[in-house]
């Protein structure tokens, strides 16, 4: 008989999402499958909407990564417009997706991950929250907080708004920067290259611990997509997208928001509500790949910043090409985290940072537009159609959750034969299943565009379809 | 640069698209405004309350949270003392209780504010919308006496 195990809900995510393991007849692991179990519908009720409402409509998608949903929305209503934004607006935007960068990260790394990294995978789960780190290393839960108020701040300053700011709008920014916001920024770069060493520093003297998890987290050749820069080096808010395959040659370069849809097609499994991207020349699920930070560091030669450019030496030396186990994730957000800050300080010593001409006007020039970003997660691709009116007849969002769908799928049924054996699990591997996931930092509202609260569910099934066993937590 | 101290820390949470759960954002905004010319009193609102607002709350010397309570029946009106304290069960990652956030200020900044309180209103609806229903629409003028008489003794 064969028996299904399903954890649901999977904690410690952007989202509502479940895991169900098959088992086979002598209880070892066939299949594992990660479910997005939510709806929201964004492309559907954007229809009839004028365009230029569409960033901050979108950015209604996730209270996390909105401002990447701004930038990405706002390209496209540009490339409707037809109109190059002004420098300065560029490099404020390029500032306000860093900022988002970092606090995400933060969240991601201190809220959610360490936990299990700082308190161990089978640590008392009563204690392995927030509170059991600030209680076990409180300098380095202040660190966490203080960088997370650092990103969410900037966003503050520049927006008006740490959630859902409206300072992004077709064409640019709706404000010049304020010399005293500058000055404001500038002085709070010191605390925050402290706090972003001290993270560091921790996660080094930890990750070696972990070489059992590190073998099995979602550790496979894939593809790789990012934006990256023509020199080479990472890039957030513009450049162009480069594929990348499991040795590190690249296939297909200089990808840019227009041709998204040619390269890229979203398939669809009946287990999940959330499609799965893949490139089109190679098929599904060959032409799978993985984005956010793990991608963005394998792709790059250079974090175009001093201090992130010597972590990424360090970093490749991780593996001889690219650096596949999904755990490294982790690694790969502290070292963006600090690129961020770096890259976040040279922006406003840009002399013109403070230009006045921060925004392009014009009407509607095409009716099909699309904008891309890198979102924390991963790259974001948002493409509309437009009538005549410049109402919404169209609109599809390719998120960086669906483009690491296959590798999630992929790195559980890896876990899972790793960890469940005789058709059982001890919680320390129930929360290593949570914890492939979490390395990804799904944003599970965004992929499938929730509701209410998001937590995960585990459910263990037995040959035949019966429920074995269940975790809702 | 010197900071002024916090001498009362108004915090308040809730969404203004549920309905009565914007009762906290709405008397935050009354008390934006009435204590305008005072800078020690400071006015945080949020949908969420966040671990990141340990350190404000550990920087003032009072905090008066403020919230919609779906346990109390619709319109009612409590203030009641807040210690600190980690409640396991539920513990979320974008949301804590004034409880969680004071020993988040305690254990993270070895600060506690000297008085803590947290204003209630009980809601009636919390569904979709930006109207509050009629019961906490009556209790407004009660939780702003409320609101008032607790940061006049606070601050005196």
Not at chain 1, 300 to 319: C, H, I, N, R, Y
Request: hydrophobic share 40%; proline share 6%; with cysteine.
């Amino acid at each position: 008989m064969t028996q299904t195990i399903t954890i649901d809900p999977v904690t410690r995510l952007e989202g509502h999402g479940k895991i169900t393991i098959q088992l086979d007849s002598q209880g070892q692991v066939e299949d594992a499958h990660f479910h997005v179990t939510q709806v929201r519908g964004f492309e559907r009720f954007s229809q009839g909407r004028p365009y230029y409402e569409m960033p901050s409509l979108m950015a209604r998608i996730c209270g996390i990564c909105p401002v990447s949903h701004l930038i990405a929305s706002a390209k496209a209503c540009e490339a409707i417009m037809s109109v190059r934004i002004p420098h300065t607006a560029a490099q404020l935007r390029r500032m306000l997706n860093l900022a988002q960068m970092v606090q995400s990260h933060a969240l991601s790394f201190f809220y959610l991950a360490s936990p299990d990294l700082l308190l161990g995978m089978e640590s008392d789960p009563v204690a392995r929250n927030i509170f059991g780190v600030v209680a076990a290393k409180p300098q380095l839960g202040r660190a966490g907080i203080a960088l997370r108020r650092f990103g969410q701040h900037i966003i503050e300053l520049l927006g008006k708004k740490r959630i859902h700011p409206g300072w992004v709008v077709p064409g640019g920014v709706t404000e010049p920067l304020e010399p005293a916001k500058r000055d404001e920024i500038l002085a709070m770069i010191p605390e925050a290259y402290a706090n972003i060493g001290l993270a560091l520093a921790a996660y080094k003297q930890i990750a070696d611990s972990f070489k059992p998890e590190i073998e099995v987290f979602a550790n496979f050749p894939s593809n790789y997509l990012s934006l990256i820069n023509e020199d080479e080096s990472i890039e957030f808010t513009d450049g162009a997208l480069r594929l990348i395959g499991p040795q590190g040659g690249v296939i297909e370069d200089g990808i840019n928001a227009a041709r998204y849809t040619e390269v890229i097609g979203e398939a669809v499994e009946n287990y999940s509500f959330t499609k799965f991207a893949y490139y089109k020349p190679l098929g599904y699920p060959s032409g799978s790949y993985r984005v956010g930070p793990l991608a963005r560091l394998n792709i790059v030669e250079s974090m175009g910043t001093p201090l992130a450019d010597q972590e990424l030496v360090q970093f490749k030396q991780l593996a001889k090409g690219p650096v596949e186990s999904s755990f490294h994730y982790h690694h790969a957000r502290l070292i963006e985290v600090l690129h961020g800050i770096e890259k976040i300080e040279q922006i406003l010593t840009d002399p013109l940072i403070l230009d006045k001409h921060v925004r392009a006007i014009a009407g509607v020039n095409r009716l099909e537009g699309a904008g891309q970003a890198e979102a924390p997660r991963g790259t974001l691709n948002h493409h509309y159609k437009v009538d005549e009116n410049g109402l919404i007849t169209w609109a599809n969002l390719v998120i960086a959750t669906g483009q690491n769908n296959n590798a999630m799928n992929k790195g559980v049924l890896q876990a899972a034969k790793e960890y469940v054996n005789d058709g059982k699990f001890t919680p320390g591997a129930l929360n290593r299943l949570e914890a492939v996931i979490r390395t990804f930092d799904p944003c599970l509202s965004c992929s499938t565009h929730a509701f209410g609260q998001m937590p995960l569910v585990l459910t263990l099934l037995s040959p035949d379809g019966e429920i074995v066993d269940q975790v809702i937590r | 640069m010197t900071q002024t101290t916090i001498r009362c820390l108004i915090l308040a949470c809730g969404n203004t698209l549920r309905g009565d759960d914007g009762v906290g954002p709405w008397l935050a905004e009354w008390a934006e405004e009435k204590y305008r010319g005072d800078p020690t009193v400071r006015v945080i609102s949020r949908q969420q309350w966040t671990p990141d607002l340990a350190e404000d709350i550990a920087g003032a010397e009072s905090v008066l949270f403020i919230d919609c309570s779906i346990e109390s029946a619709p319109g009612y009106v409590s203030l009641i003392s807040i210690e600190p304290s980690v409640q396991t069960q539920g513990l979320a990652t974008h949301h804590q209780g004034a409880p969680e956030l004071l020993a988040l200020a305690r254990d993270l900044y070895d600060s506690l504010p000297v008085k803590t309180a947290l204003l209630s209103i009980g809601a009636g609806s919390t569904e979709l919308g930006e109207q509050f229903s009629e019961p906490v629409l009556d209790a407004i003028p009660h939780a702003c006496g409320l609101l008032e008489s607790t940061i006049f003794e606070w601050t005196r």
